[in-house]
T-cell receptor, first 112, second 114 residues
Framework: QKEVEQDPGPLSVPEGAIVSLNCTYSNSAFQYFMWYRQYSRKGPELLMYTYSSGNKEDGRFTAQVDKSSKYISLFIRDSQPSDSATYLCAMSGPNQGGKLIFGQGTELSVKP | ETGVTQSPTHLIKTRGQQVTLRCSSQSGHNTVSWYQQALGQGPQFIFQYYREEENGRGNFPPRFSGLQFPNYSSELNVNALELDDSALYLC?????????????FGSGTRLTVV
């Protein structure tokens, strides 16, 4: 079993839809939870990070962490074609030496 | 100059050969991490360099090695290439080691082993 599981998709939605992306994990020591966006032929770009449990909002993006369920989510409101990319969840914690543990990535396509 | 730059962007090697990939860290960053991203997968941690020394290593064999230079740039060397080494190799820099989220990634080097 992988430490971090993420539905690879692909996920296709119409413009303006609300998108929900999710990851589950098994290591209860994880404390930092991140979402990266990766466009084709580019490196990952940090979208949001959250420490421990709770919600965090940034514009059209909302990240949620439920440590009791070992489940994290990213919501995208009013999705745009420019949001089409692969979304990667990543996690880290103490004694990880700065290592990020990534999910497989979910490929999202937003159709005009 | 801002951002992380990697070279080359693409290369093709034959099984058994050796390859060196290069990374220039973002200005002000002193730590470099390398990741391997196979097609359709998330990045996997190879190792991290801080102050020219290896600071942590993932589950990769010794034929994967690295260097960090006094200007914080870095190299990833892979010996005895195997077909499964075909992947996107990403370099990420940060302003301190063991940061949990403060990484800037480069666009990667696409390595194909034939």
């Amino acid at each position: 079993q992988k430490e971090v599981e993420q539905d690879p998709g692909p996920l296709s939605v119409p413009e303006g839809a609300i998108v929900s992306l999710n990851c589950t994990y098994s290591n209860s020591a994880f404390q930092y939870f991140m979402w990266y966006r990766q466009y084709s032929r580019k490196g990952p770009e940090l979208l949001m990070y959250t420490y421990s449990s709770g919600n965090k909002e940034d514009g059209r993006f909302t990240a949620q962490v439920d440590k009791s369920s070992k489940y994290i989510s990213l919501f995208i409101r009013d999705s745009q074609p420019s949001d089409s990319a692969t979304y990667l969840c990543a996690m880290s914690g103490p004694n990880q030496g700065g290592k990020l543990i990534f999910g497989q990535g979910t490929e999202l396509s937003v159709k005009p | 100059e801002t951002g992380v730059t990697q070279s080359p962007t693409h290369l093709i090697k034959t099984r058994g050969q050796q390859v060196t990939l290069r990374c220039s860290s973002q200005s002000g960053h002193n730590t470099v991490s390398w990741y391997q991203q196979a097609l359709g997968q998330g990045p996997q941690f190879i190792f991290q360099y801080y102050r020219e020394e290896e600071n942590g290593r993932g589950n990769f064999p010794p034929r994967f090695s690295g260097l960090q230079f006094p200007n914080y740039s870095s190299e990833l060397n892979v010996n005895a290439l195997e077909l499964d080494d075909s992947a996107l190799y990403l370099c990420a820099s940060s302003h301190r080691r063991e940061t949990n989220y403060g990484y800037t990634f480069g666009s990667g080097t696409r390595l194909t082993v034939v």
